[in-house]
């Protein structure tokens, strides 16, 4: 079988923009596509260590299982939930990987540029994570990673790094992801899904952004996030049009509509194309998501911590054994075995 693999950091409680944009996108691909591909979801606890956590990491990664769940994730034998840092073949490969890749193409990834920017020093796993996580895809021969358009960079990387590896050695040890743009024609959107900011949506939703407003948490009181929406950034055009550039505002209100519905966006786009009266969109969308944070909230509720622990021993079972054997044909490669 084939494998999706996916992953999300633990140094919080998400927002709807992290839901949106790659948990949800996730859990919709592995209810389709569990019957025949391998559906790897993991924590990446090692990546969450680089920048501060909020809140105790152990609890955060629970919670964060907890949110594949509660959106609706099927399980099967083959859908396998395990935690990064138990597999120690990533930190391994990582290795391997470190002795592969160049700093030129390391110190070319966008996200680092922007998270050393003004820094007098940043830790050296900020400029290395994307080894860390090409890593992460290698290890299981993944060639779908439903992820969002800031990391389109990094699986180019992932991809240079298996294809040079193959090369140098002579054997085609490592699957090669398929490209960005494939990824996001498997992913059924046209392009990589990317949640605005409320006040600012020239700017990416973020958790770490100091205004409250600017963001809705997944453990936002219903009421709360339809108020949030209500006070939304849009424009002064007075025309409703999906236009991410001209009007982004707007756009990422159309865009929320049709995710937290499950509607086709542009479905979404032609019902309100044209019309004029912009608190009419808020309000729409303003119910949507407090209808979607209700019924999420109360299935987040149901899910035990003993749940969640079983499915952890059950896949870390299956990703040691899998991650083992493709380290062993990378170790054998160098000679280290």
């Known amino acids: 079988m084939k494998t999706i693999l996916t992953g999300i950091r633990s140094n919080s ?13 996730m859990v919709r691909l592995a209810n389709k596509h569990s019957d025949e591909y391998q559906i790897n979801i993991f924590v990446p606890d090692l990546h969450s260590i680089i920048s501060d956590v909020d809140g105790d990491l152990q609890k955060n990664i629970i919670r964060t299982i907890k949110y594949y769940l509660a959106a609706g ?3 099967n ?3 396998h939930i395990y935690r990064q840092s138990h597999i120690p073949a990533h930190s391994e490969l990582c290795w391997i990987l470190d002795c592969v890749a ?41 060639e779908y990673i439903p992820l969002g358009e800031d990391q389109f960079q990094h699986i180019e990387l992932t991809r240079n790094l298996a294809m040079r590896f193959n090369h140098r050695f002579g054997a085609e040890i490592f699957t090669v992801p398929v490209s960005t743009a494939e990824q996001v024609k498997f992913m059924g ?5 990317r949640i ?6 020239e700017k990416k939703m973020s958790k770490s952004t100091v205004a409250e407003n600017s963001k809705i948490m997944l453990d936002d009181e219903p009421a709360k996030a339809a108020k949030k929406i209500m006070s939304a950034t849009t424009d002064s055009i007075g025309k409703i049009k999906f236009d991410m550039w001209g009007q982004p505002g707007i756009s990422n209100l159309l865009q929320i509509e049709a995710l937290v519905t499950d509607a086709p966006l542009q479905d979404v786009i ?6 004029t009266r912009y608190g009419d969109l808020k309000k729409k969308v303003a119910e949507s998501v407090s209808e979607m944070l209700t019924i999420f909230q109360a299935e987040l509720a ?3 911590d003993e749940r969640v622990y079983e499915l952890l021993e059950d896949g870390e079972e299956y990703a040691n054994r899998v991650a083992n054997a493709k380290l062993l044909e990378a170790q054998r490669a160098f000679g280290l075995r």
Do not use: H
């Open 189 to 193: 959107v046209s392009d990589g899904i």
């Open 270 to 275: 032609a019902t309100w194309a044209g019309q």
């Open 102 to 142: 160049t700093m030129g193409e390391t110190s070319r990834m966008i996200q680092y540029k922007e998270k050393s920017k003004g820094q007098e020093s940043c830790n050296v796993g900020i400029f290395n994570y994307p080894i860390l996580m090409a890593a992460d895809i290698l290890l299981y021969d993944a």
């Open 73 to 75: 994730l099927k399980l």
């Open 77 to 79: 034998e083959n859908v």
């Open 13 to 25: 409680a998400l927002t709807l923009g992290n839901y949106l944009g790659a948990l949800l996108p």
């Open 302 to 304: 149901k899910i035990s």
């Open 196 to 201: 605005r900011d409320l006040l600012n949506p």
